[in-house]
T-cell receptor, first 114, second 111 residues
């Protein structure tokens, strides 16, 4: 069985601060895929990134970066110079290779204030 | 954006009435999913489909049925709606790269 833990239920930061959202996963499979999704106050679920278990390179996309570390079973998400528009619930998720169901974390509510 | 739509987007219905939610995709993906999202529970899988007429239960399937007669359409039916089924329902499709893309959601209120 797989498990995804997002221990931070809610984080509040002031605009322009950097913030890291933690994601820890458990799986016995050697092939798996990790994801981050964003759910802004408008409610839609937006796909942000996919990472496979064989690629531990960090990923950067604008102000967003992701740090994948197999040694600690973590896939953390950092927002640099946060903005109010980053306020959302962020979900981390995992699926194993050959699997057909995502395992979601419980989400982290990020509030970015002026 | 992945081509996935849901209808209706909002619905209010009375306890005991049947309700059908529709999910439509234009991506021709094999896998489709129905989730519900409630405060404090995150996203919970109701049912999913791995092909036409091929479906399986998720973790909260009681009170729900699904059908998939065409690749592009996945229907979720509440045979007799109850207040506990008031929720936001999301449909999703999964690409061959295991990426799931979600529809805009349907807000269902059972009074």
């Amino acid at each position: 069985a797989q498990k995804v833990t997002q221990a931070q239920t809610e984080i509040s930061v002031v605009e322009k601060e950097d913030v890291t959202l933690d994601c820890v996963y458990e799986t016995r499979d050697t092939t798996y895929y990790l994801f981050w999704y964003k759910q802004p106050p408008s409610g839609e679920l937006v796909f942000l990134i996919r990472r496979n278990s064989f690629d531990e390179q960090n990923e950067i996309s604008g102000r967003y970066s992701w740090n994948f570390q197999k040694s600690t079973s973590s896939f953390n998400f950092t927002i640099t110079a946060s903005q109010v528009v980053d306020s959302a619930v962020y979900f981390c998720a995992l699926i194993t290779g050959g699997g057909n169901k995502l395992t979601f974390g419980t989400g982290t509510q990020l509030k970015v204030e002026l | 954006d992945a081509g996935i739509t849901q209808s209706p987007r909002h619905k209010v219905t009375e306890t005991g009435t049947p309700v059908t939610l529709r999910c439509h995709q234009t991506e021709n993906h094999r896998y489709m999913y129905w989730y519900r999202q409630d405060p404090g529970h995150g996203l919970r899988l109701i049912h999913y489909s791995y092909g036409v007429k091929d479906t399986d239960k998720g973790e909260v399937s009681d009170g729900y049925s699904v059908s998939r007669s065409k690749t592009e359409d996945f229907l979720l039916t509440l045979e007799s709606a109850t207040s506990s089924q008031t929720s936001v329902y999301f449909c999703a499709i999964m690409s061959p790269r295991y990426e799931q893309y979600f529809g805009p959601g349907t807000r269902l209120t059972v009074t």
